[in-house]
């Protein structure tokens, strides 16, 4: 099928035309350019969804066909969930590319041609059938997403937040291809189903547990797990809107579908025996992420970091539910990554928003500025409800579905820990609209800054843009909350997530060219419990809008803003992740 | 091959890892992960290894010869290109450091915390 080689090669054409000719740097031409490439990449995404929702759609490069269950080919695979993803991301890609149109730190060709190599590298990513494509692509997007980040060179921060995501990452994705490295002397593939077929016979051993361990940490450094996460915050802080939303939305969430599907198609063979080890070592991860992310939310006056951290607490939240390692569960993850991550988007471009009417990004300073701002505010106020899974809006309706995958395995005290979660992240937002909009509660000290006040002044200037931002975050927020309500929604989904769980199927299909039936799953909408812990949330989020910032704390300390340390925890949580692996699975 | 290229290889990660880690010039903690980087090549390389065994170039040996795995080699030299991608970036970012802010020290970039 040329729709997968299409969907990456249009965002990957673009943009060598756009990085590589003198004659296109005018800015509108480049912005034509880059919105049809990312548009187009939507469209196929989208095609690709509707066509393998009948089968997986799989093809090899090249017609380099499997033989007798032997891939030398690189397929690129899609099944309606990766597809999805995809499509997600190209959605927020023509999202940040259309806030990116009226800002002038962005400015150039060559921004343009970094977001569609981003696009191309997180497409490829979702489609790639091949571990070792999976890693190309993943330094793909990695790359260009280290060059977007640091886009304003000028800047101390920006350069410092760049410094930081590349190289945690880069450390990141040499632990991925150690992993891979292991797994291909121990299979001799690289192909997903191969490896999969050569490692379902055997007890998992030693080796099989440390390269899963490798393999998943490398992806834990992308989708910000703790403590592989502490350059999340730094990275996001600085990085110009449009890039924020994207990174926030769809990056992250990439390196927890990495994964789950090596999960799914490699290790699921092996592993799947000793699943609850698995699921215990992930579920503590993902309750570690979601508690120290929402606490460190919660104690942000830098609205950018305040969002950033959200996107930590919630990624606990999407590891939670892949933790469960069950098709019900994932159904929860696909619609809380949809929901979620449109509503963080759009709260991203509100921050960008305010940031562009009063030339700050610190709450202390906007107190009480935003008093005329009121359609801003609802928005705010909207995005801190949703982010609580206020019932029934997109990311409650996620949230709710995992709680109840963890509830029918016997772990009903998750769902309280996720409450709380969920409640400090949507109160921090709460708390912004009720100190910035309202200008209620205590004032803060006076700060010393009174050259910021200025930037604030300008109107005619920044009315513009700020107003297209607000219209863009407006569409993004208002499809987060639609989301949950959209009927069929998770019968749609929960055959696709039956599928994707399902390994054997997955080999028959790629290198067999068997077509598998779509599993008929019974799905089932939330239950009355979820429905009062997502009400009880939202709740608790307002009291905790009415609470003060948390002051500075051991926490805190701990981001520290130095790479070294950055490292040196990664290093750190990988031997610790590898040894309770070879523990429990050798 | 021997145990010792695996040996190497561990020994190269944690090497450019503690480099990274204690670094205190921008320069040198790029080094220091290029070296950490040269441990998947070791690793690579020592997977595909076979004792005896001739470069894996059909032109003037006959097909039953044993070589060494072509696969991992191929990965080895991709693997190479993202390293030397990541580090000219890092370079660029250094080069920025010192231009703007007249400081290669990491910790003296100092604009983010908490």
Request: net charge neutral; charged share 10%.
């Amino acid at each position: 099928m040329a729709l997968a080689s299409l969907a990456v090669l249009v965002p990957l054409g673009a943009a060598i035309v756009l990085g590589g000719t003198t004659s296109l740097r005018r800015r509108r031409i480049a912005d034509a350019i880059a919105l049809a490439a990312a548009t187009a990449a939507l469209g196929l995404c989208l095609a690709l969804v509707a066509r393998s929702s009948d089968a997986t759609v799989v093809a090899w490069l090249g017609g380099w066909h499997p033989r007798d269950g032997v891939a030398l080919g690189i397929d690129l695979v899609a099944d309606p969930l990766a597809a999805g993803l995809a499509a997600f991301a190209a959605l927020l890609t023509v999202t940040g590319l259309v806030v990116a149109l009226h800002q002038v730190d962005t400015a150039s060709h060559l921004f343009h041609a970094l977001v569609l190599l981003c696009l191309a590298g997180m497409i490829g990513f979702c489609l790639a059938g091949d571990l070792f494509t999976i890693f190309v692509f993943f330094e793909l997007m990695g790359v260009s997403a280290y060059a977007l980040s640091g886009f304003r060179v000028a800047e101390r921060a920006p350069l410092e937040g760049a410094l930081n995501f590349a190289v945690t990452n880069s450390v990141g994705s040499l632990l991925l291809l150690a992993g891979i490295a292991l797994l291909y002397g121990r299979t001799g593939a690289l192909n997903l189903a191969q490896m999969g077929d050569a490692l379902a016979t055997r007890q998992p051993d030693a080796l099989v547990a440390v390269a899963f361990a490798l393999v998943a940490c490398g992806f834990f450094v992308k989708a910000a797990i703790v403590p592989f996460h502490f350059w999340l915050a730094d990275a996001y802080a600085v990085a110009p809107t449009s890039i924020c939303l994207i990174f926030a939305g769809a990056l992250s969430e990439l390196g927890l579908y990495g994964v789950a599907r090596v999960y799914w198609t490699v290790f699921e063979g092996p592993i799947g025996a000793h699943g609850e080890a698995v699921r215990d070592v992930l579920l503590a991860l993902g309750l570690l992420t979601a508690l120290v992310g929402a606490v460190m939310c919660a104690g942000q006056r830098h609205l950018k970091r305040l969002v950033a951290f959200a996107t930590v607490a919630h990624m606990g939240v999407l590891l939670c539910g892949v933790a469960l390692l069950d098709g019900a569960a994932l159904v929860g993850v696909a619609v809380f990554v949809v929901g979620d991550g449109l509503v963080k988007a759009g709260l991203f471009v509100a921050v960008g928003a305010l940031e562009d009417r009063r030339g700050s990004v610190d709450e202390h300073q906007l107190y009480g500025r935003g008093r005329d701002l009121p359609v801003l505010g609802a928005l705010f106020g909207a995005c801190g409800l949703a982010l609580a899974a206020l019932p029934p809006f997109g990311p409650f309706l996620g949230r709710a579905l995992i709680e109840d995958g963890a509830s029918h395995q016997g772990l009903g005290w998750v769902a309280p820990l996720l409450v709380v979660a969920s409640a400090l992240v949507g109160g921090a937002v709460l708390r912004v609209v009720r100190t910035v909009f309202l200008g209620r509660g205590a004032k803060p000290p006076p700060t010393h800054k009174a050259a910021v006040e200025e930037a604030g002044e300008d109107p005619a200037e920044r009315e513009r843009p700020a107003r297209a931002s607000v219209v863009v975050a407006l569409a993004l927020v208002g499809l987060g909350l639609v989301w949950g309500l959209m009927p069929g929604l998770v019968d749609a989904i929960a055959p696709s997530a039956a599928h994707f769980v399902d390994r054997r199927a997955y080999a028959a299909e790629v290198l067999h060219g068997v077509r598998a039936g779509a599993p008929g799953v019974a799905s089932e909408g939330p239950t009355a419990t979820a429905w009062l812990y997502g009400l009880a949330s939202a709740a608790l989020a307002a009291v905790v809008g009415l609470a003060r910032t948390v002051p500075e704390g051991p926490l805190r300390e701990l981001h520290s803003g130095r790479v070294g340390d950055y490292v040196a925890w990664l290093a750190t949580g990988a031997a610790i992740v590898a040894g309770l692996f070879a523990i429990t699975l050798g | 091959m021997s145990v010792l290229a695996y040996l190497v290889a561990v020994w190269l990660l944690l090497a450019g890892i503690y480099g990274v880690v204690t670094s205190r010039h921008l320069v040198h903690l790029v080094t220091c992960l290029s070296v950490a980087q040269a441990s998947t090549y070791v690793l690579l390389l020592a997977i595909g290894y076979r004792s005896g065994a001739q470069a894996p170039i059909f032109g003037d040996i006959p097909q039953s010869t044993p070589v060494v795995d072509p696969v991992v080699q191929a990965l080895t030299l991709t693997d190479v290109v993202v390293s030397a991608t990541v580090s000219a970036l890092l370079l660029a970012i250094a080069v920025q450091a010192h231009k703007r802010f007249g400081s290669v020290d990491p910790d003296e970039l100092n604009a983010l915390r908490g």
